[in-house]
């Protein structure tokens, strides 16, 4: 992968996960209810449906630098999403992801939210990642701290963490 202008179908891949552009048929499958091979009994959830939902009005979420598709190396099951709300607001970036029920308690979502921040982090004009999570959800605040996200603001039930260039 170039560290210059990445193709819009760059892979991102860690020791257990192929993170993955979305498709348009994947999306299209999702929005129709269509069940697709080696997809997890339980994807998509909600979250996903949004994702796919939110594509059709913001195509370059389909870019290097938006949504993907998480996927276990070992074989090829889609367990869940990621993404990146691309284009940067002055410097920062946020992050979003969700692995499917069936899949969690895994480490998957820790170890596809570390490697997209870091790949975030080299985007042009990017100095910070962020995330929202609610307090409530003690696993996802975990998958933050976890992925080198620090809290800077907390507000109710939420909270707000941020990972910024090194």
Do not use: C, Q
Request: net charge positive; glycine share 14%.
């Amino acid at each position: 992968m170039s560290s210059s202008a990445p193709s819009a179908h760059a892979e991102l891949i860690t020791p257990r996960l192929v993170l993955r552009p979305w498709t348009g048929a994947e999306t299209a499958a999702v929005l129709g209810g269509t069940r697709r091979p080696r997809w997890a009994d339980d994807f998509p959830s909600e979250g996903d449906r949004v994702i796919a939902g939110l594509l059709g009005e913001r195509p370059e979420w389909f870019g290097a630098y938006g949504h993907r598709l998480v996927v276990e190396r070992d074989g090829g099951t889609l367990v869940g999403s990621i993404g990146l709300f691309w284009p940067p607001a002055d410097g920062a970036l946020e992050i979003g992801y969700g692995i499917v029920a069936s899949h969690r308690g895994r480490g998957y979502a820790t170890e596809a939210t570390a490697a997209l921040a870091s790949f975030a982090l080299s985007a042009p004009g990017v100095r910070t990642v962020t995330a929202g999570v609610e307090l409530s959800n003690p696993a996802s605040v975990r998958v933050l701290e976890k992925a080198g996200f620090r809290r800077y603001l907390v507000e109710g039930n939420t909270a707000r963490y941020g990972r910024p260039a090194s």
